[in-house]
């Protein structure tokens, strides 16, 4: 049965209300974040709290202050979804397309310059906190966190640059976005290191590539990581990219070129 709304105000709050296409992705997308979010505040207590886990202060502190620093020099990843949305939709990616150069891969070296150049600079900021914490990361621990941190740049980017693919089905992506990014504080250690997750989940999340942007290079950086972390992050890369350039190559050019 029909109702019949005579009320202009009621009729077009209701109009707007069906403009959001309240049980769409977006909407389950939603909760599922909130979710996540709710799991992010158990896991805390429950790894910090019920479990009395007793940690080393200088070291989780020298962690901290790493981890912030690694989530800045690699923020330019986290745009790459936005960007990727916006290209697509408002059609601004049709000129690169015709361009000979790859897309994909200009827009991922325009991003990695920007973060080798900022972490050239914080690298030297890492050091001087080891020192001043009276742990000095060493020469090659540096020169491992130096790529580690550039892979971690490159697994991020990746992720993103899928979601970003998405919009040639959902034309808002920041949802998937924002639940990225939930997980990646949740379990990927910027909000707590992902080796104080309790043992289940923590086995978990090794196999995902969430530790593997920020959680990896941090240890390397400490020397609590090395060369199968790295290679880890190598494989990461190799699965995403693959995923990535299908996606880009079969869906996203397809739907460009024919109008889909």
């Known amino acids: ?35 996540i979010k709710s799991c992010l505040s158990y896991f805390v207590f429950h790894a910090v709290f019920m479990n009395s886990v007793q940690v080393d202060a200088n070291q989780i502190t020298l962690y901290y202050i790493i981890v912030n ?12 979804a936005y960007n990727h949305m916006e290209d697509i939709n ?17 827009q991922y070296l325009d991003n990695l310059i920007l973060t080798i ?26 020169l491992l966190g130096f790529l580690s941190v550039l ?32 997980l990646l504080m949740a379990l990927g250690g910027r909000l707590l290191p992902s080796d ?6 923590k086995k978990i999340v090794y196999y995902t590539p969430l530790p593997y942007v920020y959680d990896i290079p941090v240890k390397v950086l400490m020397g609590n990581a090395g060369y199968r972390q790295i290679g880890i992050q190598l494989l990461w890369i190799l699965l995403l990219g693959v995923a990535y350039m299908y996606l880009f ?6 739907n460009i070129e024919f109008g889909g």
């Open 1 to 35: 049965m029909n109702l019949q709304i005579k009320n202009p105000y009621i009729l077009g709050a209701i109009l707007e209300l069906k403009k959001e296409k309240l049980f769409g992705a977006d909407f389950f997308m939603s909760f599922f974040a909130i979710f």
């Open 69 to 80: 620093i690694v989530a800045l020099t690699v923020q330019a990843g986290m745009y790459v």
């Open 90 to 106: 408002t059609g601004k990616i049709i000129p690169q397309l015709l361009h000979p150069l790859s897309y994909p891969i200009c």
């Open 117 to 142: 150049s900022q972490l050239v600079v914080n690298l030297f900021l890492i050091f001087l906190v080891s020192v001043l914490l009276g742990d000095a990361t060493g020469l090659m621990e540096l």
């Open 151 to 182: 892979l971690g740049f490159t697994v991020l980017y990746l992720i993103q640059a899928i979601i970003g693919c998405f919009s040639v089905w959902f034309h808002d992506i920041t949802r998937f976005r924002d639940v990225i990014y939930t």
């Open 196 to 201: 104080l997750l309790y043992s289940g989940l």
């Open 249 to 254: 190559e079969h869906h996203v050019k397809h």
